[in-house]
């Protein structure tokens, strides 16, 4: 009914830019978040000053792609709060 899930393109869009008005960003469970997904927004996080605050917590996060957000925010020194996965979000081993 509702089609596809829209994609990231805008948001990762407006976080490379740097745009200083997006401080916070909550990824609706509506959104398509993938592994391409995560790759594309790790690279625009890792230049961004800006952004404080990203909430992925309403979607399914797999080890590496977790561990690509980790690589990404070591060089991101702006983010002070982050939130990611969902109930399926496990304790497997990652090494980051």
Not at 17 to 43: C, H, Q, T, W
Not at 77 to 94: A, L, N, P, T
């Amino acid at each position: 009914v509702w089609g596809q899930p829209q994609g990231i393109d805008d948001i990762v869009a407006r976080i490379s830019r740097n745009d200083p008005s997006m401080s916070s960003i909550y990824l609706m469970r509506n959104r398509r978040f993938d592994e391409g997904d995560v790759e594309k927004l790790a690279d625009a996080l890792g230049r961004n000053t800006n952004l404080l605050e990203l909430d992925l917590s309403s979607h399914r996060i797999s080890s590496s792609m977790a561990a690509r957000l980790a690589r990404s925010l070591q060089t991101n020194e702006s983010i002070q709060r982050i939130s990611i996965g969902d109930s399926s979000f496990g304790d497997q081993v990652c090494w980051f």
